[in-house]
């Protein structure tokens, strides 16, 4: 039966037009709402585009009308990506097809919230299962040695600051460069992390180590970089750039990349490696899961779970390998 779930054609011009002049300003339309009045950040946003562009190509290949849409029409565009066929070049892991039927379904239901619409073609269309993957953590012996990596001068007393609270606390890389100063309590030994997911903010315990090393920091690099800021908008920022204006994520990452390529790490660390690191050895030393959860800002425990994964294996492996019967 054809789903012909189109209002009025009078808001959008004729009705019977290509899927590309209906779907262009349709997406526009989504992406404004999802600035403006939900507020979404400019990188969710560019997201959303870049696979909204993807159904638009789809759409266009096949020659679909977006105003009178199947369930069978989404279906065959997630098997499209899934498989690599036209007019996509390569298939697209689970992960990606699942995020981008996300954003085909938020599309839509944005076209019948504002009465663009009737019908939803994407509401009887399931998520594809998403592969349950092991986060990538590193062995306490190789964070040691890259905690160790920087020298003492002026960037590197700031560059082992920021390994140390970014393994220390398990902070996100978005939430370390969010830092300002006013957000450290030393004393107290806590950082407040204010740019978290979803807006919310939460305090996080830093030990001794890390306390030290941006202690050392702010009395002895910090002062300087910010002699070189040409803005006064990085006058609170914790981490400062050579330049004195606040450090950005990709320089975070090439600052990580060099020192995990000098210690024989190559490639298998980013920032968030040691995110997973922190929670992996957390668990591992006896932490209670909660705990855990509470401290890498986690709204569900199903999202702190997958980290179980990690030391159930990391035991296993113990056993195997020290268990005088375990390999008869």
């Not at 560059?159 to 970014?166: P, S, Y």
């Not at 309590?185 to 807006?199: E, M």
């Not at 800021?229 to 920022?237: D, F, L």
Request: glycine residues 8%; aromatic residues 6%.
């Amino acid at each position: 039966m054809s789903l012909s779930n189109s209002k009025t054609s009078s808001r959008r011009g004729p009705a019977r037009r290509g899927p590309a002049a209906t779907l262009d300003p349709w997406i526009e339309e989504f992406l404004a709402y999802a600035r403006l009045e939900r507020g979404l950040a400019e990188n969710t946003i560019e997201a959303y585009r870049r696979d909204l562009v993807s159904w638009r190509a789809y759409c266009v290949a096949r020659g679909l009308d977006p105003a009178a849409l199947r369930t069978a029409d989404i279906t065959g565009y997630l098997e499209a990506l899934r498989t690599g066929a036209p007019p996509f070049e390569k298939a697209f892991a689970a992960t990606s097809v699942a995020r981008m039927l996300v954003a085909v379904r938020a599309l839509y239901r944005f076209l019948v919230r504002e009465d663009i619409l009737e019908i939803d073609p994407t509401t009887t269309v399931g998520s594809p299962r998403k592969p349950r993957s092991i986060p990538k953590a590193i062995s306490l012996e190789h964070v040691e040695a890259l905690l160790d990596a920087p020298r003492d001068s002026l960037l590197g007393r700031r560059d082992r600051a920021i390994l140390e609270v970014l393994y220390g606390a398990g902070v996100r890389i978005s939430e370390l460069i969010g830092l300002d100063v006013d957000d450290l309590d030393l004393d107290a030994g806590s950082v407040l992390v204010r740019s978290g997911k979803g807006s919310k903010s939460r305090r996080v315990p830093v030990g001794r180590a890390a306390r030290k090393a941006v202690g050392d920091y702010l009395i002895r690099s910090r002062p300087e970089l910010l002699k070189r800021s040409k803005s006064a908008t990085s006058a609170g920022a914790l981490f400062l750039n050579a330049r004195g204006g606040r450090l950005s994520r990709q320089g975070c990452w090439k600052m990580l990349k060099g020192y995990a390529g000098g210690v024989g790490l190559g490639s298998r660390v980013s920032p968030h490696t040691l995110r997973h690191s922190f929670a992996t050895h957390m668990l591992d030393a006896g932490a209670d899961i909660r705990v855990v959860q509470e401290l890498l800002g986690h709204a569900s425990l199903s999202t702190t779970q997958v980290y179980t994964l990690v030391s159930d294996t990391r035991l296993r492996e113990v056993y195997l390998a020290s268990h005088p019967r375990a390999k008869r």
